[in-house]
């Protein structure tokens, strides 16, 4: 689980005044909880304008760091929002059948790199009468996606959270997507696609049910 996000907001500008120490800005008093530092961005992106050899005052380039840093703050709000939030308001139903919502597409920022990943994300879960709309299930990636992530974590985080605040019998989630750290240096594979799944409960113990699960998901389809 990622830790409490304003707890990491709050901590780690108590203690890290990191490469730019001394430039910090205070804190806001209110509004805590949604704080990402954009004049931090700022002044980190025309450092790395100036490092690469660019001249950040040229005309161009004048209004990229304020740009940059609105983008972060964006790619980076689910740092400082708990998806949980949105599994609370679920409905009591009998329906012991799959739900699946499939092709739930995302944009998330590669740890490794701060690079975008996207693709989609694929959820099922049997539930244990508990049902969310349908639609929450797509808050929750959204949210998960807007970190700094790894694919295997996220898939992995949206599995336990489903399964945790929902009690399902069981949870599926296949997440597929393309890292432009990837395709577009290093090693170059424009293409390549990453494949990770995360198969809880019955979908882990039981060969049926996960075999209709990735029927479901797939059909005729190859991931
Ligand atoms: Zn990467």
């Not at 430039?23 to 790395?48: C, G, H, M, Y």
């Not at 990453?194 to 029927?215: D, P, Q, W, Y």
Request: glycine content about 6%; aromatic content about 4%; proline content about 5%.
């Amino acid at each position: 689980m990622q830790p409490a996000a304003n707890n990491r907001a709050t901590s780690s500008s108590a203690t890290d005044l990191g490469s730019l120490a001394g430039e910090q800005d205070p804190l806001p008093t209110s509004n805590v909880k949604n704080f990402v530092d954009e004049a931090r961005i700022e002044r980190a992106v025309r450092e790395i304008l100036s490092a690469v050899g660019e001249n950040p005052d040229r005309e161009g380039l004048k209004e990229t760091p304020a740009r940059v840093a609105r983008m972060y703050a964006e790619m980076f709000s689910g740092l400082h929002e708990d998806p949980r939030i949105h599994l609370q308001k679920f409905f009591t139903e009998q329906y012991d059948e799959v739900v699946l919502v499939r092709d739930i597409s995302f944009n998330s920022m590669c740890e490794h790199h701060m690079l975008p990943f996207m693709g989609l994300a694929h959820i099922g879960y049997m539930p244990n009468g508990r049902v969310i709309g349908l639609s929450k299930l797509a808050r929750v990636v959204e949210v998960v996606a807007r970190r700094p992530q790894v694919q295997e974590r996220m898939t992995e985080t949206i599995a336990n959270l489903l399964l945790e605040e929902l009690e399902a019998k069981g949870v599926a989630v296949i997440i597929e997507a393309t890292h432009t750290c990837m395709t577009i240096r290093g090693i170059r594979k424009p293409g390549s696609l990453c494949v990770t799944s995360a198969m809880k409960g019955i979908f882990r113990s039981n060969l049926s049910s996960r075999s209709e699960m990735m029927n479901l998901i797939y059909g005729g389809r190859r991931p």
